[in-house]
């Protein structure tokens, strides 16, 4: 007979291994399913092994500008992109065997290999087509294997995968995903990033960094086009300073491909075309679900654009079945596919007062240099939907931590409804902001006013003293500007 789970979930990502975490603490009998690495993307080829890269280009930055700090660096210092990797992926592979630990230690079993549902409440588990690939991310042990499984409730959480365009399909060779770029044998001299959202714009800081000529091509009129016009300004006048060429309003028509180089034919605005050469290209032009050979169909199971359509709690279309993260649409982060696998499973276990997700309350954040971050409303969108608003931003140039820091180049924006006091978005760009915007995503979802943000105290000399005095800036009591 079959195995028996109350939850089995397929796919052990952030939102995968965490709603595992969390339904083994509920008491439910869970098991999850992997086909490759544990910890999925997220971990072995996206959020933390590219932020090991950019540490270590961090770094870098910073031994290139000693002198501003009054130091003598003797000698040069220069990039060692085996070491940089190498750093990168034992940065991963450590946190590898950490998931694996926890589902030990939470008594989860791990079942190794694809997944089908072929009804509500039953899978099949096949071989995996993508067996592991690196040697410091070995099977589990005592890892279940082929066969039938039975679970009252089936999550679906199997993340997505890089989007390729037609005619400019990623060859590993010349075209990058960033599974290549994140393990380049050696640096390029020259590279053309094809997008510029968080995935593209962090590659091309990176590669800049490490002294490679970068070129970024956005089809949008702004880079990182979700994010809000005004920040990405200043983002991109930092970047363009630290030498990448940025064309907005323009796209890759064709490529051509060298012995070892490719040109890339790039229509602008308007219409004129202008051919870059370069040794790679990154092609970072967004993700999709991975939605294939998974049974849905069959099953009736509604999608949208390549991701399965979920409610607020993780519930499809179909009962018993779930579908958490990446592969439930966007906004495709890591912190919002834990959150929901959380929130899923809280709901499958009946647990009162569960709130369904609020995408709206999701921050976003870029790890290039200058950083970027930001939760809810751009101005253009509150604008858009016919609110009322006041806008407050506060320079990192009248900051007194960020100038001691040498990082005053930056600004913290909010947008409030005029009526109500309540904000409806916070956005920044400069340093460490990645870590600063958590306060503002915590106001929110406490629905905190413009007065009672105004009557907190906080501590000075910080540099988050400038989301203070934004909020100020937007009631015209700023004080320090």
Same mark, same amino acid.
Request: a neutral charge.
């Given at each position: ?283 970072? =032009? #967004? ?5 294939? $050979?998974?049974?849905?169909? *069959? /099953? %009736? ?6 991701? +399965? ?81 006041? =806008? #407050? ?5 009248? $900051?007194?931590?960020?100038? *001691? /820091? %040498? ?6 924006? +909010? ?67």
């Amino acid at each position: 007979m079959a195995e028996s789970y109350d939850v089995i979930i397929i796919g052990s990502g952030p939102g995968g291994y965490v709603a595992a975490i969390r339904a083994a603490q509920l008491g439910l009998k869970t098991a999850i399913v992997e086909r490759e690495h544990m910890g999925g993307i997220c971990l072995n080829w996206g959020c933390i092994p590219t932020k090991a890269l950019l540490r270590s280009a961090e770094v870098l930055d910073h031994a290139n500008h000693f002198k501003d700090f009054g130091l003598v660096l003797e000698g040069s210092v220069k990039p060692d992109a085996k070491a940089v990797v190498g750093r990168s992926r034992a940065v991963s592979a450590r946190l590898n065997a950490g998931v694996g630990f926890l589902m030990k230690k939470n008594k989860i079993d791990i079942i190794w290999g694809e997944a089908k549902i072929t009804k509500p409440g039953e899978i099949v588990v096949g071989k995996s087509s993508k067996p592991v690939v690196e040697p410091q991310h070995p099977l589990p042990k005592n890892a279940k294997g082929e066969g039938t499984y039975n679970a009252k409730h089936i999550i679906i959480a199997t993340g997505a995968r890089p989007r390729a365009l037609p005619g400019i399909e990623p060859d590993g060779k010349l075209i990058w995903t960033y599974f290549e770029a994140l393990k380049p044998h050696a640096l390029p001299k020259s590279l053309i990033v094809m997008g510029s959202g968080a995935i593209g714009i962090e590659f091309a800081s990176f590669y800049r960094s490490m002294g490679v000529d970068v070129t970024v091509v956005e089809v949008m009129p702004t880079i990182m086009p979700v994010e809000d016009a005004e920040i990405t300004a200043i983002a991109r006048k930092q970047l363009e300073k630290r030498g990448l060429k940025i064309f907005t309003s323009a796209k890759v028509t064709k490529v051509e491909k060298g012995a070892g180089s490719i040109t890339a034919h790039v229509e602008t605005s308007d219409g004129k075309v202008q051919q870059i050469t370069a040794d790679r290209m990154i092609s970072a =032009v #967004g993700v999709q679900g991975n939605i294939e $050979n998974l049974g849905l169909e *069959a /099953l %009736g199971i509604k999608t949208d654009r390549g991701c +399965v359509v979920a409610d607020g709690y993780g519930k499809t279309n179909i009962a018993g079945i779930y579908a958490i993260g990446d592969v439930a649409g966007p906004p495709m982060l890591a912190h919002k596919a834990e959150h929901e696998g959380v929130v899923c499973v809280e709901k499958i276990a009946g647990l009162p007062n569960v709130h369904p997700t609020d995408k709206g309350k999701v921050p976003g954040c870029t790890y290039c240099n200058p950083q970027v971050a930001s939760v809810g409303l751009t101005e253009a969108k509150a604008k858009e939907l016919g609110r009322d608003i006041r =806008v #407050g931003r506060f320079s990192f140039a009248a $900051n007194g931590k960020a100038i *001691a /820091l %040498g990082e005053d180049q930056g600004m913290v924006k +909010v947008i409030f409804d005029k009526k109500t006091g309540e904000l409806l978005g916070a956005h920044m760009v400069g340093a460490e902001v990645t870590e600063l915007i958590q306060g503002f995503v915590v106001a929110m979802n406490l629905e905190t006013t413009e007065e009672e943000l105004m009557h907190t105290i906080f501590p000075h000399p910080t540099v988050s003293e400038t989301m203070k005095e934004a909020v100020l800036d937007a009631y015209g009591r700023v004080l320090n500007a």
